[in-house]
């Protein structure tokens, strides 16, 4: 059996760290876009809404879902955005609350929870920071059951406090539907996403 010695771990763990840190800037802009808008509760989106664009992590490309907001509901006037990302075949979840100076440790400290009673607890995989930014990959298990049930409540733990959103129905029509659309999308090389934005430039 190979041994990693300590110094490779290392040096994985800081490349884990700037691929998350690289998609955070990438959608900051989708995030920062989102502030002074209204909770998605009016009505479910039937467009899949997958931004591609030329820009890479880790040397691969990606895409993502649009921007789901979720009003947080014991801080007043305060949003968390939840985003949906894919790289190679495997699918991200993003949540940013939309304040300043909200510190999110390295730990488990997303809870979801579920209509059927059952509750999961997400990692944070993002380095410990104060951008109130969470990222994690999510697992085929933990996929499924966010596919398969209604979620009813989202808190996310933070050293000053704990931030409790909770899911409308047309927002689970929303999550189900972006991690449909994002499940099935082939994330595509530079040269195809040139092609298609030429034929939609045609129309």
């Not at 002074?36 to 997958?50: P, R, T, Y």
């Not at 789901?68 to 801080?75: A, G, K, M």
């Not at 808190?155 to 959103?165: D, F, G, L, S």
């Amino acid at each position: 059996m190979q041994t990693i010695v300590p110094s490779t771990i290392a040096m994985m763990m800081k490349l884990k760290n700037v691929i998350f840190f690289s998609f955070f800037l990438v959608c900051s802009g989708w995030f920062n876009a989102q502030d002074k808008e209204a909770d998605s509760l009016e009505f479910a989106h039937f467009d899949c809404g997958i931004t591609q664009t030329k820009q890479k992590l880790d040397k691969q490309f990606f895409a993502s879902t649009t921007p789901i907001q979720l009003r947080i509901n014991n801080d007043e006037f305060t949003y968390t955005t939840i985003l949906f990302g894919k790289r190679k075949n495997k699918i991200y979840l993003y949540l940013k609350i939309l304040a300043d100076n909200v510190c999110i440790k390295k730990d488990k400290n997303v809870d979801v929870y579920f209509k059927s009673g059952e509750v999961i607890t997400l990692k944070n995989e993002y380095l410990l920071n104060c951008e109130a930014f969470f990222a994690k990959q999510i697992k085929k298990k933990e996929l499924q059951k966010l596919k398969e049930n209604e979620i009813s409540l989202i808190k996310i733990y933070t050293y000053k406090k704990n931030y409790e959103m909770y899911v409308s129905e047309v927002q689970n029509q929303d999550i189900h539907h972006y991690i449909d659309c994002l499940s099935a999308y082939k994330v595509k090389k530079t040269d195809e996403v040139k092609v298609k934005k030429k034929k939609q430039d045609e129309r």
